[in-house]
């Protein structure tokens, strides 16, 4: 039993101090990795996001070429040409209240829906009640832009160019609103979205004690009136997050809008955003960004608000919360043709569109003879010059490398930074760079997909410093990646970390283990199955991403879901359906696999962004 | 030898709460020290820095004369450096590990070898009477197998100072007596330095060979159990050691605790000593005597009593002893006796209390010495 330090001089000497200082971070770097942390977020996350709400009023490269302003000064040229000019409404102003139409809409189908089948599946004896309420939960695993390309595979009609859907080629032209526009886009967001809804609903049903109900049914209340003044209130504040949360992801999804509007001029925000950024002035994108993070940030806020506000709604399940289903009676036949209906619309109808256009030869033509797997393990496919099917197609392989090398890196750091944000907020409790830490990694979440795309394009694009320009890399990808998804990460960091506590690591302290040793034998292998959990998601999730990734992909850096678009465009159908089955397969492997190892339900756990 | 030695230790926490103010403390060797105070008054705090887990704002901290910790030298020696043992309120236990491997880290981050660290680790489950679970993970053991996990995995190393967090606070009553037994068997073979911290005072007064008294961050008593409870140094020892705890009555006039009625202390007259500066009376329920109203108490001999009259306003029997509540003079009183008390019908009693046995207290609320 020796003190470590036994070092000679003077005492209150500055050197002691310092080397003694010094002896101590060695075995308790903590506060050292903070420090790094806190750099490292405010350099990939608020300094781009500062940097393009300050390109909202300053004049860049690009638009001095144009504006013939000088680059660097400030102006309100752009602020005033998109929100207050001839054509700022065709900018900003439609797209704005086109996507709001659309949430609106949206919510409308997709809310009740959710609500409807989470009571059905929950509280009623629906024939097949385990089975639908376990499918239901597909469409929300698959990526939303997957209906989309299901909608053109069905319903393509000439206009947009390539071959024609399904239906056309039965004989039946479908007209351009029912191919195109609006009513395409509602309704397949809405089927990628009510799962949501259902999750939300069939939570807060769970939740709500069946005594309650009883209760009242003692005080003489009639079923109406039970359903109308103690169930329906208490489902409110899973309303209310549903709702906002149909808008938020309307805001952030940009395949659907692309695939199914672009043809016909109906942009959405996050479409016109894409475009502006492609083809118009940095400026106007800057500021057509940073609208939509305002009303990212103004969702959340309100959120926040409601829950904290429906606390007291907070309903205790107790040892009573007995299961008690609702006889359907004669409704019992309908609603479970109603059930069978929705899981045909939702998974059945889009996976089988999906499945069928990848194997026929003539797109989407139904007809013996026509079946092929070229799509899949052919060579030279006719009529697609230099294509292969998809195991032997040179792009799509580099673009699945890409995909897996992007969201495996970028959910890797993001799972480590959650995690290393999780341990920081445990072992320096109440202290400013913990709170700071917590509320920068949180910050992504409240930025759409697309607008947090385009503060990371503007910023990385240039060398800055000692930081070359990250254009056309893979690394610009992994970035952002990274980040957009660290919320996620860094929630179930600190929950995984709040339940573990502190003291299992000072017991280790306390035997004289040091840092790494801490680390490495007990930290992360009590925290393996979150760490797994914070990994894999984010990998799952960024497989299917597309909102984050199409500004930043170039030649080369191309992933599977933009090469989804890539071959849409060019009119080659069967493969971007080859490669969206690829993407779905990847994406149910590995859920399935983890929820193997980790035993969870991760259902629930699913947060992607698009 | 481990004598630990605090001097003058400070921590402030943020929002400028004082967790422990000014605390000097020496404990002996191979004593078994409790500190011993409700919750949030600076013992959990105090045992972490001994520990090294929390760094102190000012003072110093010895270990056998060495320094581990000096504001004015700027010296902190790492918890890792320290080699004592601590055992968690919570046990934390590590989840992967099975029990052997539990109690083997600490030997292995002492770099022993294979066969020297089976056999230790072998040894020490055999002390701590859990052999048979050595293959097990934490999760498949009971409270009271975690507890002696725990402290095995601390004892494993032998560390000259052991120290302990409220490590019954989470068994129940049962099992909580069969480990104060072991507890204080452990120390009485191995002889090493024990600081336990606890809020119950029944363990504090049961195993420790000293206890130190502390109420919000400041030490209050630090002496042998019995003289604790026997001599309480000021009101606050006096009010939390104890129970049912120590009847205290304040002298007319004085401000008293917001809701005590003043009372009139006519019975400090039965001192022959000093008086002035006196304002509290103490009285320890089983040092009433209840006797028929207008009796002598029998057997009284020669000493001197004080008697009031009490009306009785409840009794609680708890199987080995009876507890009387009762009131007088807008105070209640508690009073326990092993027998049932005679005279309970009439609902009056007189109380009789020996004067030696009155604690007096002054105005600043420390003992008063009577000669």
Known sequence: ?610 | MATIELKHVDRTYGGGVKAVDDLSITIESGHFVSLLGPSGCGKTTTLRMIAGLDAPDGGEILLDGKTLYSKREGLVVPTEKRGMGLVFQSYALWPHMTVAQNVAFGLEMKGMERKAKILRVGEVLELMHIASLEKRYPAQLSGGQQQRVALARMLAVSPDVLLLDEPLSNLDAKLRLEMRVELKRLHETLGNTVIYVTHDQLEAMTMSTKIAVMNEGKLQQYSAPMEIYQKPANLTVASFVGNPPMNLVRKNGSAGRSGEPAWDLGILDCFAGPKAGARTIGVRPEDILLIRPGSRPTHSGEAAYWIRRARVETVLPTGSEWIVGMETGGVRFFASARDEPCCLDAGEVDMAVPIASLHVFCEDDTRMKLS
């Open chain 1, 1 to 610: 039993m020796k003190p470590a330090i036994a070092i000679t001089g003077g005492p209150g000497g500055f050197l002691r101090r310092f080397r003694n200082n010094i002896a101590c971070l060695r075995y308790e770097p903590t506060i050292l990795v903070a420090v790094v942390l806190t750099l490292l977020l405010t350099y990939l996350v608020l300094v781009p996001l500062g940097s393009m709400l300050l390109d909202t009023i300053r004049v860049t490269l690009k638009d001095s070429a144009t504006t013939g302003m000088e680059r660097g000064s400030f102006t309100t040229y752009f602020l005033q040409r998109t929100l207050a000019s001839r054509v700022s409404r065709v900018l900003f102003w439609r797209p704005l209240l086109r996507t709001l139409l659309v949430s609106f809409f949206v919510a409308l189908i997709a809310i009740p829906l959710g609500a409807l089948m989470a009571w059905l599946t929950i509280r009623t004896d629906l024939p097949g009640r385990r089975f639908v309420s376990s499918v239901m939960v597909i469409p929300y695993m698959l990526p939303s832009w997957t209906f989309a390309v299901a909608w053109l595979n069905l319903l393509k009609n000439r206009r947009m160019g390539g071959a024609p859907g399904i239906l056309e080629n039965l004989g039946f032209i479908p007209p351009n609103w029912l191919s195109y526009g609006p009513l395409p886009i509602i309704v397949c967001e809405a089927l990628h979205l009510f799962p949501f809804a259902f999750l939300l609903f069939g939570n807060a049903l769970r939740s709500v004690d069946i005594q309650l109900e009883e209760s009242a049914r003692v005080l003489g209340a009639k079923r109406s009136v039970i359903t109308r003044r103690i169930i329906l209130p208490l489902l409110k504040p899973a309303l209310m997050s549903a709702l906002l949360l149909t808008v938020s992801r309307v805001l952030g999804s940009f395949g659907t809008p692309y695939l199914l509007g672009s043809v016909v001029k109906y942009h959405l925000l996050p479409t016109a955003l894409y475009n502006s950024f492609k083809v118009g002035s940095p400026g106007v994108a800057a500021v057509i960004a940073s609208a939509t993070i305002l009303i990212g940030v103004l969702l959340v806020t309100v959120d926040t608000w409601f829950v904290r506000e429906f606390k007291r709604y907070i309903t205790m399940g107790g040892k009573g919360a007995m299961k008690r289903t609702t006889p359907l009676g004669g409704w019992r036949i309908p609603a479970g043709g109603l059930a069978a209906l929705v899981v045909f619309i939702a998974v059945v109808l889009p996976l089988g569109t999906i499945i069928l256009s990848s194997v026929t030869m003539q797109a989407g033509v139904i007809k013996p003879g026509n079946f092929t797997m070229a799509f899949w393990v052919g060579k030279e496919i006719p009529a697609m010059p230099g294509q292969n099917g998809v195991f032997f197609n040179k792009e799509i392989l580099l673009a699945a490398l890409n995909s897996l090398r992007i969201a495996g890196f970028a959910a890797l750091i993001a799972g480590l930074s959650g995690l290393m944000v999780g341990y920081i907020v445990v072992k320096l409790p109440n202290t400013a760079i913990a709170t700071f830490l917590r509320q920068v990694s949180f910050l992504p979440y409240l930025v759409p997909s697309i607008g947090f795309a385009a503060a990371c394009l503007s910023f990385f694009a240039v060398a800055r410093g000692p930081i070359p320009s990250l254009y056309g890399t893979i690394f610009l990808l992994v970035l952002v990646m990274s980040m957009k998804y660290l919320p996620f990460a860094a929630r179930s960091g600190i929950a995984a970390m709040m339940q573990v506590g502190n003291e299992g690591e000072e017991a280790a302290r306390i035997c004289g283990a040091s840092w790494l040793t801490r680390i490495r034998r007990i930290v992360v292998p009590i925290q393996k199955h979150a760490l797994l959990t914070g990994i894999v998601l984010p990998f799952i999730t960024g497989m299917k991403e597309q909102s984050l990734v199409i500004m930043l992909a170039s030649p080369g850096t191309e992933v599977l879901t933009t090469q989804i678009l890539r071959y849409i465009e060019y009119g080659y159908s069967q493969l971007a359906n080859a490669t969206v089955l690829t993407i779905v397969a990847l994406i149910f492997g590995l859920t399935f696999a983890l929820e193997r190892i980790t035993g969870g339900n991760l259902a629930s756990g699913f947060g992607g962004s698009n």
